[in-house]
Every structure is written in structure tokens, then in C-alpha cells.
């Protein structure tokens, strides 16, 4: 069983989000570290990208922090080496095709190999032009995540047939933020989804309380969160880990026990 996948056998999976470099690379490890011991299943690291088309104004802030810090895409690389010494849950990276282009896309992807990248998820390349980084990814067993979102509609069912790792569903639409509430309903989306694909599905955009991580990972395999992350980062910054360990139990312990 893919690795990506396997994390969410035992029972509802928490991904968490964390943009790199954000205070610093020393703050991200510990964070990631916190996020690790505290129930995380899966932790998506970011790397900043100055254009992140997919994220709100709290993910954004945290890109250009990490940029004016002088983190860069090799510095996230060594921080991942350093990372899996004591992390073994899956990793993936969350940023956009021009950080891969302007690396290489072989160089890139052979490297998230190396330091123990599980997966990459691309936000801004669409379903259709997913082949010009797929076959890299299948080379060196890089899982390439699928986003399907409410406008998907009648590519649902193509998108999920050919997932991998886990497929990140999208819960409304705009940008990455936490939202007072999720007012898509999503069973049909997970239902056609679940017709299509074994894999996994894990909802994500906008949960920032267990309530709201409650709700979605019982409607689906899962719950993702970064904004609400981030805005801890943006408040403590250094002394941001304790406070994010804590808060990834909080929404740990709102999932578990739901029907699987």
C-alpha cells in the first residue's frame, strides 16, 4: 500500500499544513516535530513561492516572511533531511509548478526522493496538465496528490479514477483561509469520488476548529488544516511549536472515534 494511503487505515486521518521558513527553518522542524507527536498523519510542508495563487492572505504572509527570511527551495530540501531523523509520517510539499520548473522538474522531484518526500501537490496545474510532471513522479515514487473542488462536476469521477496517496478535496471556493463556516455540501462529491477510487479523500480550505474538522472528516476520510496553523506561527512565531502540538490534539481528538 502507498505509504500516503496507508496513514489513513486506522481510522480518520489529520493532515497539517506548515509554510517553510516560516519564522525560520529552525521554528518549522520543531513545529513539524510538535505536529508529529500530536496525532498529525500526514504533515504538507510549504515552500514559498511569491505568487501563491491558492492561498488566502494569512498563507500568503506566511510565503513572503519565509522569502524575506532568505529561505530558498535547496534550504527546504537540507531542512527535510534534518526532519526525517526523527519524523517518519508522510511528508509532502505544497507549492507551485514554477518553484519545480525554474529547479528542474527531474532535479526536483528526484531530490523529494532522496530527502523522503512522500508526495507533491501542485495546486495551480489542472487534471489536463498533470502529465508533464506525472511520469517524473512515477519514476522516483513521488505520489502527484489530486485537488478536486466544488466546480469539478462531471471530472470528479476522471480525476479520482486516476488519483494516488489521497485525494484533496476542496471545500468551497476562493482561497486557502479559515472560514466561520463550510457551506458546500460535499456527500455527493465524496460519494462519486469513493465510486471512482480506494483512494483515500481528506477535505481541506477553510477548517480551523474541531467542530469544523469534526463535520468534514466524518463526511470523508479526513481532515486538512493550514491557515488556522499559520496564524499561531504568525502570533507566537518562535515559540509557536507548544501551542501548534496543542492545537493539533485538539482537532486530532475532535476525528478520532468517527465511523470509518
Not at 496528490?145 to 466544488?150: N, R
Request: with cysteine; glycine share 8%; hydrophobic share 40%.
Amino acid at each position: 500500500m502507498n505509504k500516503i494511503s496507508e496513514a489513513f487505515k486506522n481510522g480518520k486521518a489529520f493532515v497539517a499544513f506548515i509554510t517553510c521558513g516560516d519564522p525560520d527553518l529552525e521554528t518549522t522542524k520543531e513545529a513539524v516535530k510538535a505536529a508529529a507527536e500530536n496525532g498529525a498523519d500526514v504533515i504538507e510542508l510549504g515552500i514559498p513561492f511569491s505568487d501563491p495563487t491558492a492561498e488566502g492572505p494569512i498563507i500568503q504572509g506566511a510565503n513572503l516572511r519565509a522569502l524575506k527570511g532568505g529561505v530558498t527551495t535547496d534550504k527546504v530540501f537540507d531542512l527535510v533531511t534534518e526532519i526525517r531523523r526523527e519524523v517518519k509520517i508522510p511528508l509532502l510539499f505544497m507549492t507551485y509548478a514554477n518553484v519545480v520548473f525554474s529547479y528542474g522538474s527531474e532535479r526536483f522531484i528526484s531530490r523529494c526522493a532522496d530527502v523522503g518526500i512522500n508526495g507533491l501537490i501542485l495546486p495551480d496545474i489542472p487534471y489536463e496538465e498533470k502529465d508533464e510532471f506525472a511520469p517524473i513522479c512515477k519514476k522516483y515514487g513521488i505520489s502527484l496528490i489530486s485537488l478536486i473542488a466544488p466546480t469539478s462536476d462531471n471530472r470528479i469521477a476522471m480525476i479520482a479514477k486516476e488519483a494516488e496517496g489521497f485525494i484533496y478535496v476542496v471545500s468551497s471556493l476562493g482561497v486557502t483561509g479559515t472560514r466561520s463556516e463550510i457551506t458546500c455540501d460535499l456527500t455527493d462529491t465524496v460519494r462519486l469520488i469513493r465510486e471512482n477510487s480506494d483512494a483515500p479523500c481528506a477535505i481541506g480550505f477553510g477548517i480551523s476548529n474541531p467542530e469544523q474538522a469534526k463535520k468534514m472528516a466524518a463526511m470523508s476520510d479526513g481532515a486538512i488544516v493550514g491557515s488556522a496553523i499559520i496564524k499561531l506561527l504568525e502570533k507566537y512565531g518562535k515559540d509557536a511549536p507548544p501551542y501548534i502540538g496543542e492545537f493539533v490534539r485538539t482537532m486530532k481528538d475532535a476525528i478520532i472515534g468517527l465511523p470509518y
